[in-house]
Protein backbone atom coordinates (compact mmCIF):
# COMPACT_ATOMS: atom_id res chain seq x y z
CA UNK A 1 0.00 0.00 0.00
CA UNK A 2 2.85 2.34 0.68
CA UNK A 3 4.80 1.52 -2.00
CA UNK A 4 1.67 2.26 -4.07
CA UNK A 5 0.87 5.41 -2.86
CA UNK A 6 4.08 6.72 -3.32
CA UNK A 7 4.33 5.69 -6.79
CA UNK A 8 1.59 7.55 -7.75
CA UNK A 9 2.69 10.57 -5.92
CA UNK A 10 0.52 10.64 -2.93
CA UNK A 11 2.25 11.12 0.45
CA UNK A 12 1.75 7.86 3.28
CA UNK A 13 -0.59 8.73 5.66
CA UNK A 14 0.01 8.71 9.24
CA UNK A 15 -1.94 5.89 10.13
CA UNK A 16 0.32 3.66 7.54
CA UNK A 17 3.10 5.29 8.98
CA UNK A 18 2.69 4.37 12.36
CA UNK A 19 1.88 0.68 11.13
CA UNK A 20 4.91 0.53 9.20
CA UNK A 21 6.57 1.40 12.46
CA UNK A 22 4.96 -0.90 14.55
CA UNK A 23 6.06 -3.90 11.98
CA UNK A 24 9.89 -2.85 12.66
CA UNK A 25 10.60 -5.99 14.82
CA UNK A 26 7.72 -8.30 13.02
CA UNK A 27 10.18 -10.43 11.12
CA UNK A 28 12.62 -10.86 14.73
CA UNK A 29 9.03 -12.25 16.41
CA UNK A 30 7.84 -14.29 13.81
CA UNK A 31 11.58 -16.01 13.79
CA UNK A 32 11.04 -16.79 17.54
CA UNK A 33 7.27 -17.63 16.83
CA UNK A 34 8.76 -20.20 14.73
CA UNK A 35 11.63 -21.38 16.39
CA UNK A 36 8.67 -22.33 19.19
CA UNK A 37 6.58 -24.31 17.24
CA UNK A 38 9.16 -25.98 15.97
CA UNK A 39 10.69 -27.15 19.11
CA UNK A 40 7.12 -27.20 20.86
CA UNK A 41 5.94 -29.23 17.83
CA UNK A 42 8.62 -31.98 18.27
CA UNK A 43 6.92 -33.06 21.50
CA UNK A 44 3.95 -35.02 20.40
CA UNK A 45 6.80 -37.56 18.19
CA UNK A 46 8.06 -38.28 21.51
CA UNK A 47 4.68 -38.91 23.38
CA UNK A 48 3.33 -41.49 20.92
CA UNK A 49 5.34 -44.38 21.97
CA UNK A 50 7.54 -43.87 18.67
CA UNK A 51 9.88 -42.18 21.02
CA UNK A 52 9.55 -42.07 24.67
CA UNK A 53 10.98 -38.46 26.60
CA UNK A 54 13.30 -40.80 28.40
CA UNK A 55 14.69 -41.98 25.61
CA UNK A 56 14.94 -38.40 23.77
CA UNK A 57 16.42 -36.95 27.17
CA UNK A 58 20.21 -36.00 26.38
CA UNK A 59 22.90 -37.17 27.95
CA UNK A 60 25.25 -33.69 27.88
CA UNK A 61 25.72 -32.32 31.41
CA UNK A 62 23.28 -29.73 32.32
CA UNK A 63 26.51 -27.21 32.55
CA UNK A 64 27.30 -27.35 28.60
CA UNK A 65 23.36 -27.05 28.46
CA UNK A 66 23.52 -23.76 30.43
CA UNK A 67 26.99 -22.32 28.79
CA UNK A 68 25.13 -22.96 25.41
CA UNK A 69 22.15 -21.49 26.34
CA UNK A 70 23.72 -18.60 27.94
CA UNK A 71 25.60 -17.35 25.08
CA UNK A 72 22.64 -18.25 22.39
CA UNK A 73 20.95 -15.64 25.09
CA UNK A 74 23.88 -13.24 24.84
CA UNK A 75 24.30 -13.49 21.14
CA UNK A 76 20.50 -12.97 20.65
CA UNK A 77 20.27 -9.78 22.95
CA UNK A 78 23.65 -8.41 20.97
CA UNK A 79 22.14 -8.51 17.90
CA UNK A 80 18.72 -7.32 19.12
CA UNK A 81 20.11 -4.35 20.50
CA UNK A 82 22.29 -3.89 16.96
CA UNK A 83 19.38 -4.10 14.80
CA UNK A 84 17.56 -1.46 16.80
CA UNK A 85 20.61 0.89 17.39
CA UNK A 86 20.64 0.55 13.11
CA UNK A 87 16.99 1.31 13.13
CA UNK A 88 16.77 4.28 15.67
CA UNK A 89 20.24 5.82 13.51
CA UNK A 90 18.41 5.33 10.19
CA UNK A 91 14.98 6.65 11.38
CA UNK A 92 17.45 9.91 12.97
CA UNK A 93 19.15 9.72 9.42
CA UNK A 94 16.06 10.41 7.82
CA UNK A 95 14.82 12.96 9.86
CA UNK A 96 18.09 14.99 9.44
CA UNK A 97 16.63 18.32 7.28
CA UNK A 98 20.37 20.11 7.10
CA UNK A 99 20.84 17.74 4.06
CA UNK A 100 18.97 19.08 0.97
CA UNK A 101 17.31 15.97 -0.60
CA UNK A 102 18.24 14.94 -3.80
CA UNK A 103 15.07 15.93 -6.63
CA UNK A 104 16.99 14.20 -9.74
CA UNK A 105 18.38 11.20 -10.10
CA UNK A 106 21.15 10.50 -12.92
CA UNK A 107 20.23 8.26 -15.85
CA UNK A 108 22.71 5.66 -16.42
CA UNK A 109 24.32 5.21 -20.04
CA UNK A 110 22.41 3.06 -22.54
CA UNK A 111 19.26 3.77 -20.81
CA UNK A 112 17.04 6.18 -22.11
CA UNK A 113 14.49 8.60 -19.68
CA UNK A 114 11.28 6.91 -20.58
CA UNK A 115 12.50 3.89 -18.97
CA UNK A 116 14.12 1.82 -21.62
CA UNK A 117 17.25 0.41 -23.15
CA UNK A 118 18.45 2.79 -25.62
Known amino acids: ?22 MTFAGWVALIAGWYVTEIG ?8 V ?4 DAASTV ?13 VLYV ?3 ASYVRVVFYLAGKARDKSRPLE ?3 A ?7 AGGVS
Open 61 to 73: PAGNIALTLSLYL
Open 51 to 54: LTSA
Open 78 to 80: VLL
Open 1 to 22: VGAWRLRRGHEIGPWLARVLVS
Open 107 to 113: VPTGFSK
Open 103 to 105: TSM
Open 42 to 49: RQPWLVTG
